[in-house]
């Protein structure tokens, strides 16, 4: 559990951390965009335990980042789909494979994300949204405002 | 630590949760965005345990993403500054904040992300390298290619 203060902090990161701040649950949303949907195939692909699986999966119904849907009903079974508040999630992803492929490791890797039909690679650009401008980090200004913190 | 098989894993996602998947490291990282560099200003900001907030120090610092640099002789005392590496992160932040402000909070949110001068907000958009169509999550194929866990 993260600190007391840090609830009062009304901090976007902080909040979306409480979420998706942990190593198998963002590999957990890798996977279900590579369109794994069901508990053994997650589980065949991540290696992680059972019980462990079990948690982050509810975890992420309970937070509306997946939707557990039954589509067998003898015996009956869940898969697991991404809900439209899971695929926001995307960009989070792509800023990591992006990160991951030029800091981590020089060999070709997996996954690619690719434009459908096109086949191009894809890359993010960080704009401003008054003057259009693309951001690189000596631009960016970051406030930390108290007021959020009192308001509403 | 993750299972085995992942390591056989040459997937960017992964690769990047191995350094930075965890809470507490994005938010030391979030706050070295926001100009802090002493331990006891990490420290106030965080509310972390001591010695929980000297490990992710050190564990960024070996792995690049921070550098230790000498600031007083006399106590001796480090401050802990972004390297280009660690910078290389901020779309992740940036990612992380945008999905924040938007399913996490109906409050007033801090740090905002500004352009430095105009004072506009900044987005990421996701793009093709190839065509330069602005992508959505529905226009991404992610594949998943074998042959990075063979090469080199």
């Not at 999966?57 to 697991?80: I, K, W």
């Not at 809900?83 to 992006?98: K, S, Y």
Request: proline content about 3%; hydrophobic content about 35%; charged content about 30%.
């Amino acid at each position: 559990m993260l600190h007391r203060t840090y609830n009062d902090q009304d901090c976007s990161v902080a909040r979306a951390l409480e979420v998706v701040g942990e190593r198998w649950t963002i590999l957990i949303l890798r996977d279900a965009f590579l369109g794994i949907r069901r508990f053994d195939d997650f589980q065949r692909s991540l290696g992680v335990a059972r019980n462990v699986l079990q948690t982050r999966l509810r975890r992420l119904v309970d937070e509306g980042l997946l939707e557990r849907r039954r589509y067998q009903e003898r015996p009956l079974r869940h898969e697991y789909v991404l809900t439209p508040r899971g695929e926001d999630l995307w960009p989070v992803l792509l800023a990591l494979m992006e990160w991951g492929d030029h800091h981590r490791t020089e060999r070709a890797t997996a996954p690619r994300a690719l434009h459908r039909g096109c086949g191009g690679t894809l890359t993010q650009r960080c704009t401003c949204t008054r003057c259009e401008a693309e951001i690189d980090v000596g631009d960016v200004e970051l406030r930390y405002d108290g007021a959020g913190t009192r308001a509403a």
